[in-house]
């Protein structure tokens, strides 16, 4: 638009009309002025445009490094649980083989006694093997319904006839 308008007055101002050729320099001037607008508000949008791209960088990093301290605590959640593992299956390795250690006290003593046990009841010979296999079960995931009979209910039944009411009760 301002480019047609200076056009037409371009052949006045050069045929020495002096209101064309002030004209002229007050357009070109506008169109100058126009263009240095532009660039200004191309810079502006660019430098919008950067902003707005840290302003996203800074909030996904701030997404990442609380994530990551999330990780964190995690990691070292799942240390301290895994330290606890070790030591519940160090206990268990204890209980086990205390359980054998008792059972044959029990069977010995038993015979000692006169009064062998009966190994036909369940809960009287590898008692231990209840223990594993339960945790055996809930390590497969065949432990569903979490309705396994606890494995002291299988010792107090077994030696029910060797065992006072206090310790039937325990």
Not at 2 to 11: F, H, K, Q, T
Not at 130 to 154: C, H, M, S, Y
Request: with cysteine; aromatic share 4%; proline share 2%.
């Amino acid at each position: 638009m301002m480019e047609d308008e200076a056009r037409e007055l371009s052949l006045p101002a050069v045929a020495g009309d002096e209101q064309a050729r002030a004209s002229l320099a007050n357009v070109r001037a506008k169109i100058q002025e126009v263009e240095a607008d532009r660039e200004v508000l191309a810079d502006a949008r660019i430098s919008a445009l950067g902003r707005e791209r840290d302003a996203s960088e800074a909030k996904d990093q701030a997404y990442r490094d609380r994530n990551l301290q999330v990780a964190r605590d995690r990691a070292a959640a799942i240390v301290q649980l895994a330290s606890r593992a070790d030591s519940l299956v160090a206990e268990f390795k204890t209980v086990i083989s205390d359980m054998r250690s008792v059972e044959r006290e029990i069977l010995s003593a038993s015979r000692e006694a006169g009064q062998p046990a009966d190994s036909a009841i369940v809960g009287r010979k590898n008692l231990d093997q209840f223990a594993i296999d339960q945790l055996l079960r809930f390590a497969n995931g065949t432990d569903r319904f979490g309705k396994e009979r606890p494995v002291a209910e299988w010792a107090r039944q077994a030696w029910r006839h060797l065992l006072t009411d206090e310790a039937c009760n325990d």
